[in-house]
């Protein structure tokens, strides 16, 4: 652009330009528009990058939300799980089941075996003191 107004003040002073320079003269306007119309674009894309961004690092927080809600949900599960499995270690518990009674269904004492010794595999002891 400079270039091409420099070539412009030469020929208002007069001064003979070859025909290469005299054909850029003739499209300064053109390349002044295609300039103005660059910088727009620029702006644009600007923008469009931006909001890109924006909606990228909104999409990863949504993300870590969800894994965080998964993570709690499992371990919502397994404590309840857990909870579960510690009231078979209980006698009054073992005492329902063995006979069927007090709400519990009937279990045989085999398999009631395996979820006692299951539950005192999966689950840790807990120290009340804390």
Do not use: M
């Not at 910088?39 to 931006?50: I, R």
């Not at 894994?67 to 309840?80: C, D, P, V």
């Not at 078979?88 to 329902?96: G, L």
């Amino acid at each position: 652009q400079l270039k091409l107004e420099d070539y412009k003040d030469r020929l208002k002073k007069g001064e003979a330009l070859n025909q290469d320079q005299l054909e850029a003269v003739e499209k300064y306007e053109e390349v002044v528009h295609n300039l103005e119309f660059a910088k727009e674009l620029q702006k644009t894309f600007s923008g469009l990058s931006q909001d890109l961004l924006k909606a990228q690092k909104k999409a990863q927080r949504r993300e870590s939300l969800l894994k965080l809600e998964a993570e709690k949900k499992k371990l919502r599960t397994i404590l309840q799980v857990q909870y579960v499995l510690q009231n078979f270690t209980q006698e009054h518990v073992q005492k329902d089941f063995k006979g069927g009674v007090n709400g519990a269904i009937y279990l045989p004492s085999k398999e009631l075996d395996y979820l006692i010794r299951f539950a005192k595999l999966t689950c840790p002891e807990r120290n009340e003191n804390l």
